[in-house]
Nanobody, 121 residues
Framework: QLVESGGGLVQTGDSLRLSCTAS????????MAWFRQAPGKGREFVAAIDWSGTGDYYDPSVKGRFFISRDKDNYVVYLQMNNLKPEDTAIYYC????????????????WGQGIQVTVSS
């Protein structure tokens, strides 16, 4: 019900925008987040946006470089990634939950399949 797109191979310093498209209007009421999992590491929180689109939260490692937004009319959540670094290489996952208190955790109710982002040095 959540499908990520927009990943790929880029160079250090490049920008990329990921999209997470939800299957139906149900997700308009959901808080949404992006996570990532680098090779050999656990999945980690990247950014979140609340159901209204007016509140957001970022991991310090991406704050100021990544920006999360949402288009509620079209059930899409975006992750704009700027000044990409090799350490941003990972599979990126979209997630959603009604409970903001869970949004930074692995307890989110819904997850996408993930999409690869590779940043070459």
């Amino acid at each position: 019900q959540l499908v990520e797109s927009g990943g790929g191979l880029v160079q250090t310093g490049d920008s990329l925008r990921l999209s997470c498209t939800a299957s139906d209007s149900t997700f308009s009421d959901y808080n949404m987040a992006w996570f990532r999992q680098a090779p050999g590491k656990g999945r980690e929180f990247v950014a979140a946006i609340d159901w209204s689109g007016t509140g957001d939260y970022y991991d310090p490692s991406v704050k100021g470089r990544f920006f999360i937004s949402r288009d509620k009319d079209n059930y899409v959540v975006y992750l704009q990634m700027n000044n990409l670094k090799p350490e941003d290489t990972a599979i990126y996952y979209c997630a959603g939950d009604l409970n903001w208190g869970r949004i930074t955790t692995d307890l989110n109710e819904y997850w996408g399949q993930g999409i690869q982002v590779t940043v070459s040095s």
